[in-house]
C-alpha cells in the first residue's frame, strides 16, 4: 500500500463545526504586571486563619498523589451550611464557567435560545453557541428592564434565561422583584448568577423551594479571593442538580481546592466584612471618578465601575501603570471596567485621570 504523506493537504478548518469557524472566544484579560485592576479580584489575600489550615494541611496531610472526592463532599457541605439548605442542593464547578457551561450542555438542543442581558457576562454565550444554541441579548436596563427578557424568553420560548446580578459589567443589582417576575413568567430555566452577590447581601437562594425551575449561581473567586483555586457552586431545588450532575466531570475540582474554599465558606462571616469594606472603598472611589467631567462613571453594586469616555481611558490608565478591562465601544465612546482596589491603588487611578484633565 502506498501511504502519502498529505501533511500539507489537510485543511484543518474544514474539520471544525461549521457554527464554531467565525465565533469570538471569550478573551479573559491577559496576565499583565503593574496595578491590576482588571478582573474584579480580591485586593487582599487569604485571612491569616485560613492559610494557617492550608499551610498545616501541606506540611501534614496532603495526599495530592490521590484524585480528588468526586463529590466535592467536604465543599457541598460547607456550602449548604452557610446557605441552610441541604448538600443535595448544591453541585460544584470550575468557577462560574463550568457551572454556566454545564447549564447549555444539559438543556440546549441545536438551535434552542438562551435570553441574557446586553451588555453582561461573555460565556453564557460562549457556553450557549459550544451547546450549538442561539443567544438572544436584551437591553436589561431599557425602559422594560430585566421584565423584558422574560417577555423574549415566552417568545423565543427560550431554554434559559441568565440574569446576572450585579451585572458584569454594568455593576447593577436586579431588583429580586424582577427576578421574580422572571421566573413567575416564563417556562425556561432561570439561572440567578450572584457572582458579585457578597457585596449586596442579597441572594435567591432562600426561594429555592418555591421556583425548581431556578439555578442560583455563587463563585468563591470574588469576595471570597480564591480565583487562583477556581471554585463556584450552584444551589437549587434537589431535582436540578441531579440533572445538571449528569454532565459533570468526574474529579473536576482538586483537592486542594476543594479544601481551601471549604475552609472559606467557613469563614463567610469574616469575608462579609471584607466586602463591606471594599464597598466603603467603591463609594469613596465613586466620590472621586463621578467629579471628573470627561467620564461617564455609574454608581456600582459590585466590586468594579462601567466607565465611558471620548477618551481612551485604558490607554490613560495603562500609561500610567495601572491595567483595566478594555470593553467594547459603544459608538463614539471608550468603555472599561475598573476593579476597585486598596485605597493606595484607587487614589493612584484618581491620581492618574485627574492628572489627564483634557485642555
Not at 474544514?14 to 457554527?19: K, T
Not at 463591606?276 to 461617564?296: F, H, M, Q, T
Request: net charge neutral.
Amino acid at each position: 500500500m502506498n501511504v502519502t504523506n498529505n501533511r500539507e493537504k489537510v485543511d484543518v478548518l474544514s474539520l471544525v463545526r461549521s457554527d464554531m469557524r467565525t465565533p469570538k472566544p471569550y478573551e479573559p484579560a491577559p496576565a499583565r504586571s503593574g496595578c491590576k485592576l482588571d478582573c474584579n479580584e480580591s485586593p487582599w489575600n487569604l485571612p491569616e486563619n485560613v492559610r494557617a489550615k492550608l499551610v498545616h494541611w501541606l506540611e501534614s496531610g496532603e495526599n495530592l498523589n490521590r484524585y480528588p472526592d468526586s463529590d466535592n463532599t467536604i465543599l457541598r457541605q460547607a456550602a449548604a451550611r452557610l446557605w441552610g439548605v441541604e448538600p443535595s442542593n448544591v453541585t460544584c464547578g470550575v468557577g462560574s464557567d463550568q457551572l454556566i457551561d454545564m447549564t447549555c450542555r444539559v438543556f440546549l438542543e441545536p438551535g434552542d435560545c438562551i435570553v441574557t442581558q446586553s451588555p453582561t457576562f461573555g460565556m453564557y454565550a460562549v457556553s450557549a453557541t459550544l451547546a450549538h444554541g442561539r443567544v438572544i441579548a436584551v437591553p436589561a436596563e431599557g425602559p422594560g428592564g430585566v421584565k423584558d427578557m422574560a417577555r423574549a424568553a415566552e417568545r423565543e420560548r427560550a431554554k434559559v434565561v441568565f440574569v446576572c446580578s450585579p451585572n458584569n459589567p454594568t455593576g447593577y443589582a436586579v431588583p429580586q422583584s424582577d427576578i421574580r417576575f422572571v421566573l413567575d413568567n416564563t417556562k425556561s430555566v432561570v439561572v440567578v448568577d450572584e457572582a458579585y452577590g457578597e457585596f449586596t447581601g442579597e441572594s435567591m437562594i432562600g426561594s429555592i423551594g418555591e421556583y425548581p425551575n431556578m439555578i442560583v449561581l455563587r463563585t468563591c473567586s470574588k469576595a471570597f479571593g480564591l480565583a487562583g483555586l477556581r471554585v463556584g457552586y450552584a444551589v437549587a431545588d434537589r431535582r436540578m442538580i441531579e440533572i445538571r450532575d449528569m454532565v459533570r466531570p468526574p474529579f473536576n475540582i482538586s483537592t486542594m481546592s476543594q479544601l481551601a474554599a471549604s475552609w472559606g465558606l467557613e469563614a463567610a462571616s469574616e469575608f462579609s466584612a471584607r466586602a463591606a469594606a471594599l464597598n466603603e472603598l467603591r463609594d469613596e472611589l465613586y466620590g472621586c471618578l463621578s467629579k471628573i467631567p470627561w467620564l461617564e462613571t455609574r454608581r456600582s453594586d459590585a466590586n468594579f465601575f462601567y466607565v465611558g469616555s471620548e477618551r481612551d481611558i485604558a490607554a490613560i490608565l495603562e500609561a500610567g501603570g495601572v491595567v483595566v478591562r478594555r470593553l467594547p465601544m459603544d459608538g463614539n465612546s471608550y468603555r472599561i471596567r475598573l476593579s476597585v482596589g486598596t485605597r493606595e491603588e484607587n487614589k493612584k487611578v484618581g491620581d492618574i485621570l485627574c492628572g489627564a484633565q483634557p485642555s
